[in-house]
């Protein structure tokens, strides 16, 4: 338990480090393991003099710092007497070292040494591979982008970051352009696999976190760029529509062919048809128009010798019968 102010106390427990207003008697905030806690089980707090407040849990020191509240986790820093600690053992000395007590002896932290100025981690590529092993110097920026084969459909990275005070506190984190958005947090060092690229343009990234858990602005990157095979590039794509539609051009055109020419050989038919009964009514016509000047001539002959000659009109009568007839 740390009394910060005559408001503000620290508390220690089995489920976090809490804040508690004494005033307001109420609870300010709740720190657990996805605050940054190494463990929940808080056994020992003390001030350093310095904003911070260190902690002693079941899986070793962190520090707090009460003004950005961010926590440092020093679970496997080198030096300690293991990971787990003993409950209230601690004591601030005359000189600001703090000694905390655990089930092998005693830790002593001095506080000063991590307020010094932390240089930034330095990345490097220990290993990229795609089906052979790849040099992976030089080709960190644009103008100098790997040139992969077509087929390249694997990328395997394995990274890290170099602190010389302690490698162990940073922190990386890598995102791959073009194939995900989000970065991933991971610790140091590490790994990264990719399966199944295609043909295209890649960045891989990877920034690095110091022992203060500040990230670098400007961290490593590795461009390369995996060729296409003939058939995946974007000019055989083009002709490939292009041909599609082409074809599919010429089909809808045979198609439209074809029905016009049903339709014309239709058209043809009926023409056809329409000109036969126009010959045949024109034939009628004139066979009508021949029988009609007969029967007239005959009629008028018969008129003519009705009273002379009675068996002439008689004959003229018949014939005029016959040809009505016929």
Known sequence: ?????????????????????????KIVRWYRISDGLPNNTVYAI??????????????G????????????????????????????????ARDGRILFGGVNGITAVHPTFFNREITKPVIQFTSIND???????????????????????????????????????????????????????TEN????????????????????????????????????????????????????????????AVLIRLWLAHKWNEQRSELEKQLAILQEHERISADLHDDIGSTLSSISVYSELADKYYESRPEKSHEIVHKISVQTRS
């Open 1 to 25: 338990m740390y009394e910060q102010n005559d408001s503000i106390l620290w508390i220690g427990t089995t489920a976090g480090l809490i804040q508690f207003n004494t005033k307001a008697l």
């Open 46 to 59: 003390a001030p350093d003099g310095l904003g911070r407040l260190w902690l002693s849990t079941n899986r």
């Open 61 to 92: 020191l962190c520090s707090f710092d009460l003004k950005t509240q961010h926590i440092i986790q020093f679970t496997d820093y080198p030096g300690q007497q293991g990971r787990e600690y003993n409950r209230h053992a601690v004591c601030v």
């Open 131 to 185: 089906d052979e092993r790849i040099n992976p110097f030089g080709h960190d920026q644009l103008s100098t982008t790997k040139k992969l084969m077509a087929g390249t459909s694997l990328m395997e990275f394995k990274f890290l970051a170099i602190d010389y005070n302690n490698s162990k506190l940073c922190r990386l984190k890598y995102k791959m352009d073009g194939v995900e958005e989000d970065w991933k947090e």
């Open 189 to 248: 060092p590490s790994s990264a696999r990719y399966l199944n690229l295609k043909p295209g343009h890649y960045a891989f990234r990877v920034l690095a976190a110091d022992a203060n858990g500040v990230w670098s602005e400007q961290g490593k990157a590795f461009y390369f760029e995996i060729a296409a095979f003939w058939w995946q590039t974007l000019l055989f794509k083009i002709a490939v529509i292009t041909a599609m539609i082409a074809f599919i």
